[in-house]
Every structure is written in structure tokens, then in C-alpha cells.
């Protein structure tokens, strides 16, 4: 029988807010400004690109065994502060020196680490705070959006370098709080588990679920995020080069919080269009939203209209994250939560973002950075073709996206 979503009160939302919200401070920097500074330190847009790419495809098999240990033997609470505190102390020491072979070696320990942090973040949070993920995953989304904003804001004085160090000091006040969350699911849904260390099980799980066609879905249009992911800083500051804009850094910075501040929003309102839209309805927003915002990009449009695209980000990312993290949450098996929680983040972010790292970075020597857009788009409309098939297949209930 498949437990219900305890009532979630104050008192125990709370504690996950603080955990997303410190941990979105790391990727506030991360995201939108380590390719660059990867580039400044004398990097081509390739070989960025395809250091950046190391991360996804690490995720693509090191989530799964950390979320089958922790569905078999691990405590969640101490593996999350040894994956938290030994990432951030990796980053550290590696990202002195961004360049070769130790740039390389670095990133890979440091993904082995950092990569299964987000699925089993969700994957406490789904058991724990279901009908409440959104507003804890939110405070993530505002932290991004602050750090990210004070990030551009203060590049004008301080060196990229040196903002790379908020990085580690997050990860490890992240391991700090994860000990003040409620995962009193953890035992349960342990002692449940009876699912071998097999990758071709836990898919033969999904294909039985019928999930197949989805996780292709949401891998293919992952792929169409990574021009954006990996090189939209580098994108933007050469568009406000061409446009005469001063203070690039700043701007920068705001055309990433444009983005994440509707994404904000967006995640308060989640389960108000998840009950009032029909999932048909919600993927073509998500994929709609996309086209347009890409060929804005790929059209090299002035830096005004490059900013107004940014907030149809909220609904080609946010709702995509929602719906799809719930989606998987709401099929899976009690005793395989995490399983299929960190199968979707290695087959979605992982090799999807590692196929879109190693397509974009080789592009991106031989196109302009905005044609990148272009290939974007293909996969967005590739990525319809089986999301149609599956929801031609499948009736889903809407509430049990919230309620699980």
C-alpha cells in the first residue's frame, strides 16, 4: 500500500526550505558563472563546454548507486552531509587551477560527490513534505536568484576566482542542515526495499510503470537546455559587447535573476496549475515557452528582448522540473523512490546533459554562440514526439502529482 503524504505543518517545512535555499546558493555560482570564468582563465568555449559536461555525465550512473545504497543500507542524513562536505572540499582545491589535466580530475571527483545531492533532496523532500515540495523547492529557486544577481552585481571589484568560493562554503553549511529535517520516511521505505544493485531492473521497473517514453522525453529536451546552461553567460556578455553595454557582469547577473524570479513565482503557483490544467495542456506550455524563448536567442535580439525571453524560463524549466519530478514520484513503487527518483536525474540530467555538453561545445567552435539556439530548438521539437505517444497511452490523476 503506498503511504499517503503526511500533513505538513510550519515547523516542518521550514528546516527543507533552509536546506534548498543553501543549497541553491552553490549553484547561484555554479551555473551561471564557472564556464565563464573557465573561459577568462584562457579556455576555449569547447573545452568549457565539455568540462562543465564531465558533471551530467558523471550523474548519468552516479546517482542510481547512491540512491540504491540509501534505499538499502546508508543513512540519508550522514550520506548527504559526506557527499555535501567532501564536494565542497574537492571544488575547492580543484577549481584553483582551471586548466588541463587537473581541471578534468577535478571535475569528475567533484560530480561523483555533488551529482546524487538534488535527486535525494527531492527524494526526501517527496516523502516527507509531497503537497509542500514546490514551496521548499522555491526557496531554492530565490536563493539562486539572489546569489546569482549579488554574483553579477560585485564583478565589477572582485575577480570571478574569488567568487568561486562561495561554492564550497554553501555545500558544507548545506551538510550543517540537513540535520534539522524530518526524513522519518527513510526507515519505512528501507525496509521495503528489495531491489538489487541492477540498472536493467530498476528500468524493467519503469518500463512496467509504463515511464519508458517520459524519461526519453525528459531526456531529449534536457539536451535542449544545455547551450543555455553551459554558455548563456558567455552568450549574453558577447551580446551586450556588440550592443555598447557597460557594466557586463551586472547585467549578466540580472538577466539570470529575471529568470529565476519568475521561475519563483511560478513554483508558489505549481499546484494551482497542476489541479486546473490538463497534463497535455502544461507540456505544451512547457514546450512552446522554449521554442520562442530560443529563437529570440538564436535571432540575436536586442538585449531587451534577450531579457523579456528570460521570463519564459520559468515555464520551459520550472514547470518541466515540477511536473516531471512529481510525475516519476507519484509512479514509483514505495521501496524505489530513490531509485527512480535518481534513475530520472542520471538518464535526464546525465546523459542527456552530457550528449548536449559534447554537441553544443563541438557547435560551438564552428557556429556563431547564437545559431547554438537553433540546435536547441531541434531537440525541443524532438522531444515532442515521444511525450506525445506517452500521454496518448497513459490517463494520469492530476492530484496525484500533489498528494502523491
Known amino acids: 500500500m503506498t503511504p499517503t503524504a503526511p500533513t505538513t505543518s510550519a515547523p516542518r517545512l521550514i528546516p527543507f526550505m533552509w536546506l534548498y535555499g543553501l543549497f541553491f546558493v552553490s549553484w547561484g555560482i555554479l551555473i551561471p558563472y564557472f564556464v565563464l570564468y573557465l573561459v577568462e582563465a584562457g579556455n576555449s568555449r569547447r573545452f568549457a563546454t565539455w568540462v562543465f559536461s564531465l558533471f551530467p555525465l558523471v550523474a548519468f550512473f552516479a546517482p542510481p548507486i547512491w540512491g540504491y545504497l540509501m534505499d538499502r543500507v546508508l543513512n540519508r542524513r550522514i550520506t548527504l552531509t559526506v557527499l555535501l562536505t567532501v564536494s565542497g572540499a574537492v571544488f575547492l582545491v580543484f577549481s584553483r587551477h582551471p586548466e588541463g589535466y587537473w581541471l578534468i580530475g577535478g571535475m569528475l571527483v567533484f560530480s561523483l560527490f555533488a551529482t546524487p545531492v538534488i535527486p535525494t533532496l527531492d527524494a526526501i523532500s517527496l516523502r516527507n513534505i509531497r503537497a509542500q515540495f514546490a514551496t521548499a523547492r522555491a526557496m531554492g529557486t530565490l536563493t539562486f536568484l539572489i546569489t546569482t544577481l549579488l554574483g553579477g552585481a560585485i564583478l565589477e571589484?572582485?575577480?570571478?576566482?574569488?567568487?568561486?568560493?562561495?561554492?564550497?562554503?554553501?555545500?558544507?553549511?548545506?551538510?550543517?542542515?540537513?540535520?534539522?529535517?524530518?526524513?522519518?520516511?527513510?526507515?519505512?521505505?528501507?525496509?521495503?526495499?528489495?531491489?538489487?544493485?541492477?540498472?536493467?531492473?530498476?528500468?524493467?521497473?519503469?518500463?512496467?510503470?509504463?515511464?519508458?517514453?517520459?524519461?526519453?522525453?525528459?531526456?531529449?529536451?534536457?539536451?535542449?537546455?544545455?547551450?543555455?546552461?553551459?554558455?548563456?553567460?558567455?552568450?549574453?556578455?558577447?551580446?551586450?559587447?556588440?550592443?555598447?553595454?557597460?557594466?557586463?557582469?551586472?547585467?549578466?547577473?540580472?538577466?539570470?535573476?529575471?529568470?529565476?524570479?519568475?521561475?519563483?513565482?511560478?513554483?508558489?503557483?505549481?499546484?494551482?496549475?497542476?489541479?486546473?490544467?490538463?497534463?497535455?495542456?502544461?507540456?505544451?506550455?512547457?514546450?512552446?515557452?522554449?521554442?520562442?524563448?530560443?529563437?529570440?536567442?538564436?535571432?540575436?535580439?536586442?538585449?531587451?528582448?534577450?531579457?523579456?525571453?528570460?521570463?519564459?524560463?520559468?515555464?520551459?524549466?520550472?514547470?518541466?522540473?515540477?511536473?516531471?519530478?512529481?510525475?516519476?514520484?507519484?509512479?514509483?513503487?514505495?521501496?524505489?523512490?530513490?531509485?527512480?527518483?535518481?534513475?530520472?536525474?542520471?538518464?535526464?540530467?546525465?546523459?542527456?546533459?552530457?550528449?548536449?555538453?559534447i554537441l553544443t561545445g563541438a557547435a560551438s567552435d564552428l557556429l556563431p554562440i547564437e545559431h547554438l539556439y537553433w540546435l536547441a530548438n531541434t531537440f525541443v521539437l524532438l522531444s515532442a514526439i515521444p511525450l506525445i505517444l506517452f500521454l496518448r497511452h497513459r490517463q494520469l490523476d492530476n492530484e496525484r502529482l500533489i498528494t502523491g
Do not use: C
Open 157 to 357: 571589484w572582485v575577480p570571478l576566482e574569488s567568487l568561486m568560493f562561495v561554492i564550497p562554503v554553501a555545500l558544507w553549511l548545506t551538510g550543517i542542515a540537513v540535520w534539522f529535517v524530518d526524513d522519518t520516511g527513510a526507515d519505512e521505505d528501507r525496509a521495503g526495499s528489495r531491489v538489487p544493485l541492477n540498472i536493467f531492473r530498476i528500468l524493467a521497473s519503469v518500463r512496467k510503470q509504463g515511464l519508458l517514453l517520459f524519461f526519453l522525453f525528459g531526456m531529449l529536451y534536457w539536451i535542449s537546455f544545455i547551450p543555455y546552461m553551459h554558455l548563456f553567460s558567455v552568450f549574453l556578455k558577447e551580446m551586450l559587447v556588440r550592443q555598447g553595454f557597460d557594466n557586463v557582469g551586472l547585467w549578466i547577473g540580472i538577466g539570470w535573476a529575471i529568470s529565476t524570479l519568475v521561475e519563483f513565482f511560478l513554483f508558489l503557483v505549481s499546484n494551482r496549475l497542476i489541479r486546473h490544467f490538463r497534463l497535455p495542456t502544461l507540456f505544451g506550455a512547457i514546450l512552446f515557452s522554449s521554442l520562442l524563448r530560443y529563437t529570440i536567442f538564436a535571432l540575436a535580439a536586442p538585449i531587451w528582448l534577450i531579457l523579456a525571453a528570460q521570463t519564459l524560463h520559468s515555464l520551459g524549466f520550472a514547470l518541466f522540473y515540477i511536473v516531471g519530478t512529481r510525475l516519476v514520484a507519484s509512479q514509483a513503487p514505495p521501496h524505489m523512490r530513490n531509485s527512480y527518483q535518481t534513475l530520472w536525474a542520471s538518464l535526464v540530467i546525465g546523459l542527456g546533459g552530457f550528449t548536449g555538453g
